[in-house]
């Protein structure tokens, strides 16, 4: 009786409507801010933070830097996986936006090293620090909110646009660069054009005020409140300890699972923009490489809700399988397309790559690991096995590529890890139980 007279269940229809925008627009917004990191990584951080290296050194020292921000996410997800099973999703969700906005936007306005030295690296790697503390606490909260709103035979559909704020944030990062370099000159961009779209970030802080004047928390948290308020002095304080101690198996093939689906969306969106620009390697202009990632993240965009509602018909871990199998195979096609300098070809690899193989794991990603939880440790859970996976995965991955490439000098070696790290995924998602069907409040 008492959810019968909710008022934000009056209108389900317009409610799910609302927490899929909502979940598809904190996504994109949050996802631009870290994804435009890797990009001025790639494309001005070298000169502008490390200028006296020589050009792949200051790439190696600039994708360290982009690292800096994965091996914080843990630390990320523990504290916001702990206010979000204890305050709720919605709370952390809100911190998460506002620390996102605050961090990029002061990237946007720090110094470089022209002007202070030493101090402008050190500066650079304790915003991406906080940039990933805040990034380390988002992927929870919009999967959460979308999945536990969600009708039980279309979580996967609905998971989905929270899965989506990565292409969208790809999107709108790459159409940010793409004005900034077709609007300025050369010079004017690294002196300052790079620098719009950080300062754009300050909008997460106007949408975290939205979210918080307009949102519900979800159905689901609020259940597991009323269930266990007498439970919960019983269980302990900690979320995070707990999920440790009752979802360690599950945490640790999340973890595993999510290695190669990190690995390989970093190696499409960062080290391929470096390796296909710069100078000593292929030398391709900016926009010809970065307009082949913005289609192809337009087609993942697309293609998401339909891998999506499939998952909800066929299974999450039949996708999973499927998607990690075949980008293992295609490994090898990739980076020889890349190489032949066509940008038919190049556009051809990355919608290949990235909108359709890796989608095909990517969208029912968030449902299958949400699923693998129970209610009141899912935040912490999930938050816990993807940021693990991140560290292990991601963090490193532009890094780990540039050291291949100039160990062997050839796309070969990169061929190898990332072929190998889908095998990985492949091979955790082998040891986990199919959740589709799953009652996610049992």
């Given amino acids: 009786m008492a959810l019968a007279q909710d008022p934000t269940l009056a209108r389900p229809g317009a ?4 927490v899929a925008v909502t979940a598809l627009s904190a996504s994109s917004i949050e996802n631009y801010d870290f994804f435009i990191y890797g990009t001025a990584a790639a494309l001005v951080f070298p000169q502008l933070f490390f200028p006296e290296q020589a050009a792949l050194t200051g790439a190696l020292l600039s994708f360290a830097t982009f690292a800096v921000g994965f091996i914080a996410r843990p630390l990320g997800g523990m504290l916001f996986g702990h206010i979000g099973d204890v305050r709720g999703r919605k709370t952390a969700l809100i911190g998460a936006l506002v620390g996102m906005g605050l961090a990029s936007t002061l990237i946007g306005l720090l110094p470089t090293h022209a002007a202070i030295g030493t101090a402008a690296p050190i500066l650079l790697v304790l915003l991406r620090f906080l940039q990933g503390i805040a990034v380390g606490g988002q992927l929870g909260g919009v999967v959460l909110l979308a999945m536990e709103n969600a009708p039980p035979r279309r979580r996967g559909f609905f998971t989905s646009f929270a899965q989506a704020g990565a292409p969208g944030g790809i999107i709108l990062g790459n159409l940010a660069f793409i004005a900034a370099i ?3 000159s050369p010079e004017a961009f690294v002196a300052w054009g790079w620098r719009v779209p950080f300062l754009a970030s300050a909008a997460l802080i106007w949408l975290a005020i939205h979210l918080q004047l307009r949102l519900e928390d979800t159905d689901a948290f609020r259940r597991h409140q009323r269930t266990n308020e007498e439970q919960a002095p019983k269980v302990g304080r900690s979320p995070v300890l707990r999920a440790f101690r009752v979802h360690y198996k599950e945490i640790a093939l999340v973890a595993a699972a999510y290695i190669g689906i990190n690995v390989t969306y ?3 969106m960062t080290f391929a923009v470096s390796y296909s620009t710069n100078k000593a390697i292929l030398g391709l202009s900016k926009n010809t490489v970065l307009v082949a990632v913005l289609v192809a993240a337009g087609v ?3 293609v998401l809700p339909f891998a ?3 998952s909800d018909r066929i299974g999450r871990r039949t996708m999973l399988l499927a998607g990690s199998g075949m980008l293992c195979a295609f490994s090898f096609g990739f980076w020889p397309l890349l190489n032949t300098k066509s940008p ?4 051809v690899a990355f919608i290949v790559g990235l909108g359709l193989m890796h989608t095909t794991m990517y969208g029912p990603q968030g449902a299958f690991f949400a699923e ?3 209610t009141g440790l899912r935040y912490s859970g999930v938050s816990l096995g993807v940021q693990l996976g ?7 991955a532009p890094l780990i590529a540039t050291s291949l490439y100039a160990a062997t000098g050839s796309s070969f070696s990169v061929a190898v890890y990332m072929a190998v790290v889908c095998a990985i995924t492949f091979g955790a998602v082998l040891l986990m139980p199919e959740t589709h069907l799953k009652d996610i409040d049992d």
Avoid at 390 to 396: I, T
């Fill in 15 to 18: 409610r799910l409507a609302k």
């Fill in 182 to 184: 077709q609007f300025t």
């Fill in 266 to 268: 970093y190696l499409f």
């Fill in 300 to 302: 993942q965009l697309v």
């Fill in 308 to 310: 999506g509602a499939l």
């Fill in 344 to 347: 038919v070809l190049i556009l």
């Fill in 372 to 374: 693998s939880f129970s």
């Fill in 390 to 396: 991140a560290v292990l995965g991601g963090a490193f």
